[in-house]
């Protein structure tokens, strides 16, 4: 069945690098996702990535996918406080199958 | 404001009440999902309508939820004899379907459920 794991809560400090981590089982997904939840908020896609890349990069934001694993990470440079909420991994597919999420907290 | 919509975005209830909720989607777009988020988990998908068809409803987590969406754009989620364990952020999101590989679901801000 499919199901998506992760972290609950990572800690950094204003201006260091944030590595959220996923695991996921279904080797069919084609696309995995990165969702953003602020406080009383919905989701907000950050990014995707397609399973035959292994890396994408977006400004500040760096995914990383290891498919032989099926490990997926968000990489979040230069980390600010706004940077602070909830990070949802999601697998492609009708639902989406989603992560219980990471709390980030970024200390100024 | 052009994204999804949901009314209201708090309902507080007594326990064997019903309550509905309204989702309205981006405009143009087809697909219309509902989804269930309790505090310290993932949302958790619920059923979905492409256009007014009801495609998936298996998910839905008892007989006393209903959704419906009558002519293809908003959509109401009905939940009746509320128990307490209903209480939850339900989602909705919407998309333009699998018309491309790609298949961004666009949330909307929830409505935070409180049964009593």
């Known amino acids: 069945g499919e199901d998506v794991e992760q972290s609950l809560f990572l800690s950094v400090r204003e201006g260091d690098s944030s590595v959220i981590n996923c695991t996921y089982t279904d080797s069919s997904s084609t696309y995995l996702y990165w969702y953003k939840q602020e406080p009383g908020a919905g989701l907000q896609l950050l990014t995707y990535?397609?399973?035959?890349?292994d890396m994408k990069q977006d400004q500040r934001l760096t995914v990383l996918l290891n498919k032989k694993d099926k490990h997926l990470s968000l990489r979040i440079a230069d980390t600010q406080t706004g940077d602070s909420a909830i990070y949802f991994c999601a697998e492609r597919g009708t639902p989406l199958v989603f992560g219980k999420g990471t709390r980030l907290s970024v200390i100024a | 404001d052009t994204g999804v919509s949901q009314n209201p975005r708090h309902k507080i209830t007594k326990r064997g009440q019903n309550v509905t909720f309204r989702c309205d989607p981006i405009?143009?777009?087809?697909?219309l999902y509902w989804y269930r988020q309790t505090l310290g988990q993932g949302p958790e998908f619920l059923t979905y309508f492409q256009n007014e068809a009801q495609l998936e409803k298996s998910r839905l987590l008892s007989d006393r939820f209903s959704a419906e969406r009558p002519k293809g754009s908003f959509s109401t989620l009905e939940i009746q004899r509320t128990e307490q364990g209903d209480s939850a952020m339900y989602l909705c999101?919407?998309?333009?379907?699998?018309?491309?590989?790609?298949?961004?679901?666009?949330f909307g801000p929830g409505t935070r459920l409180t049964v009593l």
């Open positions: 990535i397609f399973s035959n890349m």
């Open positions: 405009s143009e777009h087809n697909r």
């Open positions: 999101a919407s998309s333009l379907g699998n018309s491309g590989v790609y298949n961004e679901q666009f």
